[in-house]
């Protein structure tokens, strides 16, 4: 089946522009997680949603970061006014339910470079 | 704070050696834990994982790794590697304490094999 699929693979931008990304989770995964993975600070979680709230957004770096998700489907995070050090590759995950014995499947990423 | 620290970023074996990566979590309580694996440009895919029912836990691809409470260990191991192991290898943990689920990430170890 379908994996957890993200769009676009890459994108470039200007410094100051806002980009979208958008995640396809797996059909019928309720929980869906946004993690960042950059040089400096490797592999850290943003935001998770249980269906379409997301209950803990505690590990957006900033308010220029938002997300939401529609139809317990698909996700877009967003960032706003984008700055150099916001360019890492974002990763979503999907997984049947929350909690700790729930596989998280992940997608390929979206690469983000911010000039 | 509860944290995940592999030892060593890079590790390199020669094909047919034995691969050992190291994974040591920080709660005195036993986390659930995690061993994915990434290839270039490519998402994380799940190795194993350890949710308290067996210490020995195998994987795909040959992988397994021990869960040991007294030294707050889950080291992954192959017996014999393979040129198709080289990747980037991140050991994961799920806190009881999370209400979400998401993973926290050690830094990565990058497996190099040489022919």
């Known amino acids: 089946g379908a994996g957890v699929s993200q769009s676009p693979s890459n994108k470039v931008t200007e410094k100051g522009k806002d980009v979208e990304l958008r995640c396809d989770p797996i059909?019928?995964?309720?929980?869906l997680y946004w993690y960042r993975q950059s040089l400096g600070q490797g592999l850290e979680f943003l935001i998770y949603?249980?269906?379409?709230?997301?209950?803990?957004k505690s590990g957006l770096p900033s308010d220029r970061f938002s997300a939401e998700r529609t139809g317990g489907s698909v996700s877009t995070l967003t960032i706003q006014r984008t700055q150099q050090e916001d360019s890492a590759v974002y990763l979503c995950?999907?997984?049947?339910?929350?909690?700790?014995?729930?596989?998280?499947?992940f997608g390929p990423g979206t690469r983000l470079l911010v000039l | 704070a509860q944290s995940v620290t592999q030892l060593g970023s890079h590790v390199s074996v020669s094909e047919g050696a034995l691969v050992l990566l190291r994974c040591n979590y920080s709660?005195?309580?036993?986390?659930?834990l995690f061993w994915y694996v990434q290839y270039p440009n490519q998402g994380l895919q799940l190795l194993l994982k350890?949710?308290?029912?067996?210490?020995l836990v195998k994987g795909i691809n040959g992988f397994e790794a021990e869960f040991k409470k007294s030294e707050t260990s889950f080291h992954l191991t192959k017996p014999s590697a393979h040129m198709s192991d080289a990747a980037e290898y991140f050991c994961?943990?799920?806190?009881?304490?999370?209400?979400?689920?998401?993973?926290?990430f050690g830094q990565g170890t990058t497996l190099q094999v040489k022919p």
């Open positions: 059909s019928g995964h309720t929980a």
């Open positions: 995950a999907s997984s049947t339910a929350s909690g700790p014995q729930e596989t998280q499947y």
């Open positions: 949603f249980q269906g379409n709230s997301a209950p803990d």
């Open positions: 994961a943990a799920i806190y009881g304490s999370s209400k979400t689920g998401n993973l926290i």
């Open positions: 709660s005195s309580v036993p986390p659930y």
């Open positions: 350890y949710t308290s029912a067996a210490t």
